[in-house]
Structure formats: C-alpha cells, structure tokens
C-alpha cells in the first residue's frame, strides 16, 4: 500500500492560491485513489478547512481522512493514523505539500521517524521528488 500525506492546503495559504500546486496535488490525489490507496489530508486548527477541489475529489472516498494537526509538524497525528495498518503493508509514503510556505516542515521532520517505522519513504512535493 503506498500513502499519501497532503499537508496545509487550507484556503488562505498563500501556497494553496497558485493553480498549478493544487492541479498537480488533484493529480496526485486521483492516482493514489486509482490504485485504492490510503490519503491522509492534514489540517492546521486554526485555519480555514481545506479547499474545497480537494475535498471534493476526496468525498465518499473510504480510504480518505482528514486529520487535525496542532502545530506546523504533524507527524504525530499521521503516525497515531498509520499505527492501525499493518507496517508491512506501507511500502511508500509520499508527501504533497502546497498548503504554507512552511508545509516541507512536516515532512522534512517526520521522515526519519516513518522510515524507522514504515520501511520506504519517497519524500516529494507538487514539483516532484524531493530525495
């Protein structure tokens, strides 16, 4: 199983208002929905709830979920969700973060933790891969 993580893209970040982020993290969206993979969508509190294109492409999709994150990192949050799997089902994790300029630091923090408990981590952003 591979797993999306969206970060951030709640209207009102700057990010979240160029066109082309939200096209490809729509894209990367209905891949991963293809293939019935697990996306998990997280919302900073505090902030307007995520942009509708992708709650839409995402409603009645039973293996989407929105999560609540109380700081920039949500790593947390995304490692509580993924302890109801099976780690030998996780084969990639990818990332998507067009949301707050400052969404990459999900990610860059939470790397190293997933990879020890989730085996393969492909790191990307809207521009493709990261490392």
Request: glycine fraction near 8%; aromatic fraction near 4%.
């Given at each position: 199983m591979k797993v999306l993580v969206v970060v951030?893209?709640?209207?009102?970040f700057k990010i979240t208002d160029e066109h082309e982020l939200v096209q490809n993290t729509l894209k990367k969206i209905w891949e991963f929905k293809g293939r019935n993979d697990l996306i998990i969508v997280l919302e900073y509190r505090g902030y307007n709830r995520t942009i509708g294109l992708i709650r839409d492409a995402l409603k009645n999709y039973?293996?989407?979920v929105f999560l609540i994150k109380e700081y920039n990192d949500g790593s947390?949050?995304?490692e509580n969700h993924l302890d109801r799997y099976d780690t030998s089902e996780i084969?990639?994790?990818q990332y998507e973060c067009c949301g707050a300029e400052d969404g990459m630091?999900?990610?860059t923090n939470a790397v190293p933790?997933?990879?020890?408990r989730h085996g393969n981590?492909?790191?990307?952003?809207?521009?493709g891969p990261m490392y």
């Open positions: 951030d893209c709640q209207s009102g039973p293996d989407g947390d949050e995304v084969d990639e994790i630091e999900y990610a933790n997933i990879q020890k981590v492909c790191l990307v952003d809207a521009d």
